[in-house]
């Protein structure tokens, strides 16, 4: 069964930099979209970013772009988010998410179908 297990969550203040991982194991990835999401209590969930696991190609909401930057380690399995610049607007917990994907998913909008527990992100002003 696929498994996706974030960590790296905190505190830190405005302008500070946080590192996300996302552990995956269950199967190989290859064919996968990887994606970051982000929530707080009776809000919609965000999307941030995402990468074709394959083709390591990015994309991200406009909101984070230039400041969050996604990547993944294929020999490790692992999914990171390095955030940078950090605003309070940023705090919510964030999950890692997955899905089979081929080269017509639009990985914005598309339904993912893995996801982690979430690890809670907190920027203080």
């Known amino acids: 069964q696929v498994q996706l297990v974030e960590s790296g969550g905190g505190l830190v203040q405005a302008g500070g930099s946080l590192r996300l991982s996302c552990a995956a194991s269950?199967?190989?990835?290859?064919?996968?979209?990887m994606a970051w999401f982000r929530q707080n209590p009776g809000k919609e969930r965000e999307f941030v970013a995402a990468?074709?696991?394959?083709?390591?190609?990015?994309y991200y909401a406009d909101s984070v772009k230039g400041r969050f930057t996604i990547s993944r380690d294929s020999t490790k399995n692992m999914v990171y988010l390095q955030m940078n610049s950090l605003k309070p607007e940023d705090t919510a917990v964030y999950y890692c998410?997955?899905?089979?994907?081929?080269?017509?998913?639009?990985?914005?909008?598309?339904?993912?179908?893995?996801w982690g527990q979430g690890t809670q992100v907190t920027v203080s002003s």
């Open positions: 998410a997955g899905r089979f994907a081929g080269p017509g998913i639009n990985l914005r909008t598309t339904d993912y179908t893995y």
């Open positions: 269950g199967r190989t990835f290859s064919s996968y979209a």
């Open positions: 990468i074709r696991w394959g083709a390591g190609t990015t």
